[in-house]
């Protein structure tokens, strides 16, 4: 099971971050990652990572690429978004995702599970 959290309202400019806690089992040999589906649009990847004790390796989509950046506690079973230098465009729900192999991918139909999401709006 996910759990995401930390969205909100702020402004254009402001920072957030987000946390998505895994429970039921290890994150350390799977790819996570976060998603958003903003109104009226497909849902859109956002970033990847995956790793564990001998490293970590993340890909970040490049819309967000410089603004954006994942990471991960595996010890706390936790992955998290910091999102810097917010745009209106980035208001969407966003949701983390996990899937049960070692290679990242942005296609979502390849993640096995799913968060509930968590929503964040930006105002200009």
């Known amino acids: 099971q996910l759990q995401a959290s930390g969205g909100g309202l702020v402004q254009a400019g402001d920072s957030l971050r987000l ?7 290890s994150l350390s040999n799977n790819v996570m990652a976060w998603f958003r589906r903003a109104p009226g649009k497909e849902r859109e ?3 990847w990572i995956r790793g564990g004790q001998i490293g970590m390796d993340s890909y970040h989509a490049t819309s967000v690429k410089g603004r954006f950046t ?5 010890a706390k079973n936790t992955m998290y978004l910091q999102m810097n230098a ?3 465009e980035d ?10 192999h070692s290679d990242g991918t942005a296609y979502h ?6 968060g ?5 709006t930006v105002s200009s």
């Not at 509930?116 to 964040?120: A, L, P, Y």
Request: hydrophobic fraction near 35%; charge should be positive; proline fraction near 3%.
């Open 116 to 120: 509930q999401g968590t929503q964040v």
């Open 70 to 74: 994942i990471s991960r506690d595996n």
């Open 45 to 47: 990847f956002v970033a």
């Open 91 to 100: 208001t969407a729900v966003y949701l983390c995702a996990l899937r049960t």
């Open 19 to 25: 946390s998505c806690t895994a429970s039921g089992g």
């Open 109 to 114: 139909a390849q993640y096995d599970y799913w």
């Open 86 to 88: 917010l745009k209106p």
